[in-house]
């Protein structure tokens, strides 16, 4: 749907209005609250979502959103802000507030610019996309607009862990995007994520006489010798947007001494799932498998200990085509949706969902994280029409 002459004249105003300067220092400080998620261990001391869930809170604020810090598990944040608009469909900006861990990483709370580029841990996944929103929000106070409809900003904690900021937000839209590091693809579907333990049990013995025991290693190394044509298997499948499905052997454990022939021996095994597949079906075709390699070890393949649901937009659902009339006014060559190889807490909103955001997986979760700054712009741009264009 193309907007109208009168829309597309405040869209143009909102756009010429971003300051590259303000949305630049704006991530350098979210940069500079260390948010890294504990992944069920203790909080970094001077740590947490809490840092960046009132950094939005404050700078929305000051702005006349009307916002929220909540508390959803103890020591645990979601920060949520809302600008009223004119009464139609409700359109949110989603991003996490958490980032994943530092070690071994020089300087990641620096927020260093570079050569058109912020640096530093959770750069482009995903404080730049938190940034343009809250830039997109001083550009809408700035020129005063109303909106058809509430826009929502929400920042939400856990997604690198278990996605409990997301499941804990209780709040719907008509339209969410979230701003993952999608290298300003537009991508309507993600995958998810199911791990698995294998636990081989075999019997100890001296190792000079192991006809007597049963080697647990020996038996999981049968076991996975399927894996690689259950990898083929899976490359056969394939989803329009997210191509086949993956899996990965992990981690081994076993074994206590080179002269005792083991007794136990753990793998975790993960499954990345399509839109349509559960954890528990990728586990029963998982023992399927295993069962079928054969071999004497005593096994047990246990359930996903670790879950993220993958997500697929419906076909011809509305915000597809605003995101992508507003990328493409925004310059963008390529407004094709496509699917986000990683995985996200998109499943969890209970609400339609696009990803859209500056930035590459490529760079997250490295040692050297950076964004671009061009792209943080577009992005913010590319989110400005979106509210304009929303429900309207
Ligand atoms: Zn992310």
């Known amino acids: 749907m193309e907007p109208s002459d009168g829309l597309r004249a405040v869209a143009d105003r909102c756009a010429a209005r971003i300051d590259r300067e303000r949305l630049t220092a704006t991530l350098s400080e979210l940069i500079s609250l260390p948010s890294v ?56 900006l989603a991003g996490h507030l958490d980032t994943v861990e530092t070690t071994g990483y020089p300087e990641p709370f620096a927020g260093a610019v570079r050569g058109g580029r912020v640096y530093g841990r959770g750069a482009c996944d995903m404080k730049a996309a938190l940034a343009c929103y809250v830039e997109a929000a001083e550009v809408l106070a700035a020129e005063a607009v109303e909106l058809p409809g509430d826009l929502v900003v929400a920042g939400v ?54 006809q007597h025991g049963s080697n647990a290693i020996l038996g999981a190394a049968a076991l996975l010798g399927s894996f690689g044509e259950y990898v ?26 080179p002269n005792i022939v083991p007794s136990s021996c753990t793998v975790q095994l993960s499954r990345r799932l399509l839109p349509g597949e559960t954890a528990a079906g990728a586990r029963e075709e998982l023992v399927g498998v295993l069962a079928g390699a054969g071999g004497s070890a005593r096994w047990s393949l246990g359930d996903s200990w670790w879950t993220v649901e993958p997500y697929e937009l419906p076909a011809g ?35 339609p969902v696009v990803l859209f955001g500056p930035g590459s997986l490529a760079q997250a979760h490295s040692l050297d994280e950076w964004v671009p700054v061009e792209e943080m712009v577009t992005a913010t741009e590319v989110y400005l029409r979106s509210a304009l264009a929303f429900g309207g």
């Open 37 to 92: 998620n504990p992944f069920g261990g203790e909080l970094g001391d001077g740590q947490g979502e809490l840092l960046v869930a009132r950094y939005l809170d404050d700078r929305l604020g000051r702005l006349g959103w009307d916002g929220d810090v909540v508390e959803y598990a103890p020591g645990r944040y979601n920060a949520v802000a809302r600008l009223a608009g004119g009464g139609g469909q409700v359109l949110m």
């Open 157 to 210: 904690g856990d997604e690198e862990y278990r996605q409990e900021g997301a499941k804990a937000l209780g709040l719907r839209a008509d339209g969410v995007i979230i701003g993952e590091p999608t290298e300003l693809v537009i991508c309507h579907a993600t995958k998810g994520l199911a791990a698995y333990d294998l636990t081989v049990t075999g019997e100890a013995t001296h190792s000079s006489v192991p």
């Open 232 to 257: 083929r298997l899976l490359e056969r499948r394939g989803h329009p947007l997210l191509g086949p499905p993956t899996a990965n052997v992990g981690v081994i454990e076993g074994g206590v001494k």
């Open 317 to 351: 659902h509305p915000l597809g085509g605003v995101v992508a009339v507003a990328a493409e006014l925004s310059g963008l060559a390529d407004t094709v949706p496509r699917g986000f190889p990683g995985s996200s807490d998109a499943a969890y909103f209970g609400s």
